[in-house]
Each structure stands twice: as C-alpha cells, then as structure tokens.
C-alpha cells in the first residue's frame, strides 16, 4: 500500500529547491479509543447536529466568527481553502541555528521528511549531512492543519524530520510559577550527592525500554472483558517510603544502586572575624598603686 504523505511540497534553500513528501511521525493507532455507549440498551450514542430544536445536515454548515455576543461573520469552508501564502506549498528556510539553540518547551509535532520520489535523493543526502556535520537546524515556517505553524528541519537517521514549534506568545510566562523558588539557594553538600546519584543513573537513551503500563492495564481490562474473564493483577509500584530528610534520602539512593556512598568533601566553615590581639611589648610595665602598697608592707 503506498504511503499517503500528510502534506506535499518544496523545501527551499537560497536557490535550492527539494521536492518532499511529509508524513506524520506520531503512531495515533497505538491510542485506546472508546465509544459513548447507552448503557440500557448497548447502542452506540451519537452526537447529532443542532441549531436550537432542529437537526443540521453537515453540508449546511459554514464557519462563524463571533463579533458581537450572537453576531457572527460568516465564512464558506470554500473560502478558507482557497486561502494561498507562500508557505502552503514552499517552505522557505529562513535561519540556521545550533542543535540545543531551541528549547524543548516549543517543540510541537514531528513528521517524517523524505524526497518525493522524481530523482531528488542526491540533493537530499546532501543537505541532511550538511545539517548533520555542522550540528545545525532549519528554522522556517509552513501552513498546515490550517494555520501557519513554525518548524525546525533536522537530521533523523537515514532522512530528516520536521517538528512544528509553538510561538513564543503561546508559552506562558515564567514569573508566577517560579517566584517561590528563584532566590532559594541550595545546600553544597546535597546538590553533591545528587550529582552522584545522576552519574551512577546515566546511561545511553534506549526508548524500547519503557512501556505505557497504563495502556497495558486498559487493554488488558478490555480483553479480559471480552473473553468474559477477571483481569490479570497489574503489580503495583514499590510503596516509596516517606523522605524524612533529603540527604537521608539520597544517600540510601546511593545505597540502593550499589556501592559504597562516595564521601562528599564539606566547604570549609567561615571562620568568625575576631579582633586582632596586639603583640606584647618589651618595655617594662608602669607600677600600679595595688604594687606600691604591697611593696610598703
């Protein structure tokens, strides 16, 4: 079966155009989807189309934007469609910039990107491993699923990948969620132990490794369901125990992942400014009047 790209079109560079074929990387199938179902009667619920007491047909639909509370300007689908930017069928690269350069926190949606197909697989190759070597991404902008949506085009394996960003006034501010904790600075000694603790926990990043345990669960309860039987018992986590003190607990972190705990090196304490004691002189000590009467008995 031949593959359906999600969107078709040209990637641009300066004077370089790349034919491509673009395809969602997010396998939605792997989603446990269920339906409303009436519970006297085991039918499908179904959700109809209204306007106040009557039934719609879907083609009688057009798009509304509310201008006023109840006043709409109103838009044909048609209208929409038609609409055409340069970015609905080129995607013109508009920077470079460094692999780490853009936070995690604006990346949106990733999809696969390949050539199309019409001998175009040289000039592909060579703009990938061009990102690739000099650990840079593309930065341009696309429309589709009806805006105009930021990206990056980076390297992936054998072929690149695209990510839709979001834009920066789509991620909140920083200030209300960090206030309590922008000028608290922590003990020396803990943020060493959790140093350890992340040095001895690091390794390569195998995504094979983890499961959706929930999605397991609730696939099992709905085979055990249909086979008309009870579920397997899903194991439940390790209770944790309750943390009385952060070092107690990272030290049986430590502990627990083997090994002796590596001695942390404590900063010396601040010394306590005292008053310099001045040197003792040479010269002989002026008699007191407590000497002159001891003298005369």
Not at 184 to 189: G, Q
Not at 249 to 275: D, F, N
């Amino acid at each position: 079966m031949a593959l359906r790209p999600y969107w078709s079109g040209t990637i641009r560079l300066s004077l370089v155009s790349l034919p491509v074929n673009m395809y969602l990387a997010v396998n939605r199938q792997k989603t446990i989807a269920f339906h409303e179902i009436y519970r006297p009667t085991g039918e499908r619920v179904h959700h109809a189309l209204m306007a106040g007491d009557k039934p719609v047909e879907r083609d009688d639909l057009v798009k509304g934007y509310e201008v006023e509370k109840g006043e709409y300007v109103l838009i044909e689908p048609d209208e929409i469609k038609a609409l055409k930017i340069p970015s609905s069928q080129v995607l013109d690269i508009a920077e470079f910039v460094g692999v780490d350069d853009i936070d995690d926190v604006y990346i949106e949606t990733p999809y696969f990107i390949a050539p199309d197909g019409k001998g175009n697989d040289a000039t592909f190759s060579v703009i990938r491993d061009a990102l690739r070597s000099s650990k840079k991404v593309a930065v341009g902008q696309l429309a589709i699923g009806g805006r105009e949506r930021l990206c990056r085009i980076r390297p992936f394996g054998s072929g690149m990948i695209l990510e839709t960003l979001r834009y920066e006034d789509e991620i909140r501010e920083e200030d209300p969620y960090f206030d309590d904790i922008r000028d608290r600075k922590p003990d020396s000694e803990e943020v060493e132990l959790a140093r350890e603790l992340i040095k001895r926990k690091t390794r390569s990043f195998n995504p094979s490794q983890f499961h959706d345990h929930y999605r397991e669960a609730l696939q099992e309860l709905i085979d055990a369901r249909a086979e008309h039987r009870e579920p397997r018992e899903v194991l439940e986590e390790k209770p944790v125990a309750k943390v009385i003190n952060l070092m107690d607990a990272l030290r049986q972190s430590l502990r627990e992942k083997g090994g002796e705990e590596t001695p942390v090196r404590k900063a010396p304490a601040r010394s306590r400014t005292r008053k310099a004691t001045p040197p003792k002189s040479d010269k002989p000590k002026r008699p007191t009047r407590k000497d002159a009467a001891r003298k005369a008995g």
